[in-house]
């Protein structure tokens, strides 16, 4: 075999020409072998198409756009552009799950053109009843002779400002039927510190609030033993500013377990938990009767104005802030609002520092449909209400194709019915100094009996 392999090394090579030759045969060769299995690959691949089409590829899709039947209207050219015919057309007959409507409209047994402003509303009626029944809350006692009473205890004066939400509740709580001294019997425990209060006391202000939240709950967790059943998994407190999102970064517990009743309700930040915590509306109180005006009579698209605090501000302002239809302020306005927001068939509210401000409940106090630029916001009693069916919900990345979405609403009707639904639902979002049923009060009060089932006391 070696002298095999040696005669064959050692003998002279062929001539150019027939090495070419060679070369040539060999490649034809190859190039038939290769020819011949494609063609018979893509036969095989074309009968698999036929019995398997290949799925179309779509767009990314975010929910809140494509949840809706005229946002997604807008978008129509990208699924078109990928969708084959015959899945178009079946997609279009497909109805969306807001197209579904509830035949029980709010405050009508007759009006089955609407939709509902409740996910549910036959379960709400029965658990709210039963909720009116049951429940009960054990606020931690303290006396006017405290040194911070005028933090724990309810103000004598009536609330006021941007973040009178928390005031109100806890005013509400100490004069309802839900308050008991019996802390055996209690669902939940409530923790009245004001996050309002402590920031304008000179004695903590903001700096200090962690540190005396901190020391609040080491002091009733070692004298009382309520704390310490649940890890405080059966304990809540209300906070309409910002600096409560903060509050709880000394008493980790609170942040982890406690319920947390909130207006700055932002998902995307460390410290709020959707679905153990809550978000509540942030209202501005107003006196006397309510002004209303008919859609007719509001002239103008949309509206908004406000500091520009926040790259969606100023997004919204350089796209349409010279439309004529569209009226986009970069400041607050030198005269009141109101006249803005009852001319306005859509109300603007978009995040700033941070992603709530009262301008939701504005809107729906003057009858105005909002329109929702806040990205990660857990909107106030999403649990209960159905927001598609009186606002519209949009990501801060579709500020440009705002306007097409609001005037398909307005031509296709769907204006009205969202303008409807906001007369219905302006009872939820007002409060009031003695509570009314369905009001503000009572719908935090909701969303706390919903989470209190969550908490497995092992006494």
């Not at 999102?245 to 207006?263: H, P, W």
Request: net charge positive.
């Amino acid at each position: 075999m070696a002298a095999s392999a040696a005669s064959f090394l050692s003998s002279p090579p062929p001539s150019s020409l027939q090495g070419l030759f060679f070369l040539l045969i060999t490649t034809s060769v190859c190039f038939f072998l290769y020819s011949f299995s494609s063609i018979k690959l893509d036969n095989i691949h074309h009968q698999e198409d036929l019995i398997h089409p290949p799925k179309a590829i779509l767009p990314l899709q975010q929910p809140h756009l494509h949840n809706h039947p005229f946002i997604s209207q807008a978008l129509d050219l990208q699924v078109n552009a990928v969708l084959p015919e015959k899945e178009v057309t079946a997609a279009s007959k497909t109805p969306l799950p807001t197209e579904k409507r509830n035949h029980e409209s709010v405050g009508s047994h007759n009006d089955d053109k609407i939709y509902d402003a409740f996910h549910d509303r036959a379960l709400f009626t029965e658990e709210y009843a039963r909720m009116k029944k049951r429940m009960k809350i054990y606020a931690y006692p303290h006396s006017k002779n405290e040194a911070f009473a005028n933090v724990l205890l309810p103000e004598d004066s009536e609330p006021g400002g941007n973040y009178a939400s928390e005031s109100y509740f806890k005013k509400a709580l100490f004069k309802s039927h839900f308050l008991t001294n019996d802390p055996s019997e209690a669902d939940l425990f409530y923790l009245p510190f004001s996050i309002a209060s402590l920031r304008h006391d000179k004695r903590v202000g903001v700096g200090g609030i962690k540190t005396y939240v901190k020391n609040y709950i080491r002091d009733i967790s070692q004298t009382y033993p309520f704390w310490n059943r649940t890890g405080g998994a059966d304990h809540f407190y209300v906070a309409c500013h910002s600096v409560g999102r903060t509050a709880m970064e000394k008493a980790v517990q609170v942040k982890l377990n406690a319920i947390q009743v909130v207006c700055s309700s932002s998902y995307f930040l460390a410290g709020y938990v959707s679905h153990k915590d809550a978000s509540i509306p942030q209202i501005w109180p107003r006196k006397g009767p309510r002004p209303t005006r008919p859609p007719s009579h509001r002239r103008n698209l949309a509206f908004y104005a406000g500091a520009m605090n926040s790259r969606v501000r100023e997004s919204l302002v350089k796209t349409w802030g010279n439309d004529s239809e569209i009226s986009v302020h970069r400041a607050r306005l030198k005269t009141p609002y109101s006249e803005s927001l009852l001319r306005s068939k859509f109300c603007i509210h978009a995040k700033g520092f941070e992603v709530n401000t009262a301008r939701i409940g504005d809107a729906l106090y003057y009858g105005c449909v909002p329109v929702v630029l806040a990205d990660h916001y857990d909107l106030p009693y999403a649990d209960i209400l159905n927001w598609e069916s009186f606002s519209v919900v949009l990501s801060a990345s579709d500020i440009t194709i705002m306007k097409r979405v609001l005037l398909e609403m307005v031509g296709s009707g769907e204006y009205l019915r969202l303008q409807e639904n906001v007369v219905r639902v302006q009872k939820h979002f007002q409060w009031h100094s003695v509570p009314v049923d369905y009001d503000a009060f009572y719908m935090v009060m909701y969303e706390l009996w919903l989470r209190k089932s969550h908490v497995n006391i092992n006494i």
